[in-house]
């Protein structure tokens, strides 16, 4: 396989976008990140995006995309895992050019969601999970992340001040961060005291309902060194499932896909996940990022909570998780997410993420999971 | 690059399949693939599916299925090009073994369509459409086929009983499917007083609504050649797009992706379309494959009418086209059609398709396409 690089990347201010349709923030997104680029055409496409059928009643998005963006005919592919969309374009986007099938590919994410109501887009969202196990009996989201929380919280100690010290670190970083939905700081007392959603979870531990878009464009690693711009490669990748249903897991606070998609990025990476230096996660609600950093095995099994709180993965600490502002305080256009999170660590690798940037970082890993983590996709990034 | 096998395949019958969810159809059809090939585990898991959110309201397939496959965590992801979501999968799951990230690699395609009432099934097809340009003044599919039928007739003369003779030759083929869902014939008269359905598109020139799957296992080559089988190659793919909307074309008789699909997939499998033996294409109406047929290059511009009424494309002529009865009596459940179509080509080239079996077929080729072609996937078959 060939080696991989990213040689362009491109966000916009995610928000609620109701003066802008779905094609239009995929062309504006992809046209940034071709102009990062220095491209004036592509070879492929892969589009991330969850179910713009229920949302916006359109599917076939490669064909609309790739013609709307002015690059037909050019193969294009649309691809789903639920909210881990993103991240399964950018697997799919990297072996295409690992074969050598294609060597400009642009890998977007996309997802236009606040054109329905609320319990629309919950509907939406919701089938994500089993619907024949979950969904018909009325559980949402947010009630399964709830008992996430309460078992996590029974079995481990973990304190309801902790979720929402995960919630306070996102949005202090995300107020660095002048693309995301929510760019401001809150605070602990404001989670506690924010609506309560599905016991414990409340408003303000739930990431929000987002129109948004991403876009990088990989290509062989030739194709980067001949740019003028730090060469970030992706040097792992690892995708995974796991039991759809969470009633059907032996332990439902232990990402089992989160572990099994880390360890094959790392061992293709041939990578100690102590050696990475900045994480971009799955924070989709407040106890998922604490799940994620223990599968990830940044901490101890259980430990999750007590790391946040004792500042481990803030900015500054040991390991920094969700600098961007994560989907929490960035926004969470489910299909764009995965890509997002490979542009806010392409970024970081170069040195240009202002002032949120993590000093000296050389290996960046994204993460993102579908459902309660019925399926999850890693990614390790490295500069040259 | 490395060379892939398809080394199993599996199909179940196709029709209303009320009593069987979509999961339970996957799981079938995914265990007759692994029967088939001799295996009892899969690297990786490819699943084609244009709108299970819409029809059956439930996404994150991936997962969902290789769980209920017990064969979970591998990696699962589900890929969508509207009506060539099948032929999509196949070419994604096709680069994955060929890049060597994965050996044994299921390629399913899956689609549960009646679970809806004909309307609610024609407004989640119509999602391929152009929603802003062309669903929302109301226009569906047959009548974007009615449209270019209509001009198709203006401009060469192709005749209403000519577009008849396609769904007649197909259900003769079908007559020899037992797994198709209609496996009768019909005659030219009855197509022709069928009910109207969009002038001059009448219902026995439509493929039906159905539910159904079907699967291939996908290997390098010198895996195959440990089997027992004749091994039958992808020698080539090729995907293209064009406009999505039927009203941004310069000739709406002409399927320009169609053209480039089947250009760059000979190319690359360094074949001339004169010297395929056997063809699976995509007839979602009689006009269809007219147009299919002209953009192969098996006969001139404007002259696929007169080839369908001279026997060209019968069994037993010089370009057998869809001898499993196509899509129109085969039957389309959207996402599984593209893989089905591959399943049809390999049991020709093994020497297996029973009544219905092309003697002497060596080379094969398969064509399915999104919306009125604004996507199109083609794949070339070998046997060695």
Partial sequence: ??????????????????????????????????????????????????????FVGQEHLGSLLADYLGQKPIPAARVESACASGGLALRLGFIDVASGMNDIVLVAGVEKMTDLNPNEATYALGTAADQEYEGYHGVTFPGLYALMAR????????????LAMVAVKNHDHGSLNPLAQFPFKISVEAVLNSPLVADPLRVLDCSPITDGAAAVILAPVEVARKL????????????????????QREDVTWLE?????????????????????????????????????????????????QAVEAGLTRIDGRFPVNPSGGLKAKGHPVGATGVAQAVEVVEQLRGEAGARQVKGACFGLTQTMGGTGGSSVVHIFAVE
């Avoid at 609620?16 to 592509?42: C, N, P, Q, Y």
């Avoid at 792992?236 to 499932?241: I, K, L, N």
């Avoid at 099994?260 to 998922?288: P, R, W």
């Fill in 151 to 162: 078992a996590h919280m029974e079995k481990y100690g973990t304190t309801r001040e902790q």
């Fill in 228 to 247: 003028q711009k730090p060469v970030v490669k992706i040097i792992g990748t690892g995708q995974a499932t796991d039991s759809i249903a969470l009633a």
């Fill in 257 to 305: 896909a989160v572990y099994q998609s880390a360890k094959k990025a790392l061992a293709m990476a041939d990578k100690k996940i102590e050696e990475i230096n900045i994480f971009e996660v799955h924070d989709c609600f407040t106890i998922a990022e604490i799940c994620v950093i223990e599968a990830l095995g940044l901490v101890e099994r259980g430990k999750g909570g």
């Fill in 1 to 54: 396989m060939r080696e991989v690089a990213v040689i362009g990347v491109g966000m916009i201010k995610w928000g609620e976008l109701w003066e802008k349709s779905l094609r239009t923030i995929f062309v504006e997104t992809a046209l940034a990140a071709m102009d990062d680029a220095g491209v004036d055409h592509l070879d492929a496409l892969y589009v991330g995006c969850m179910s713009s059928g229920l």
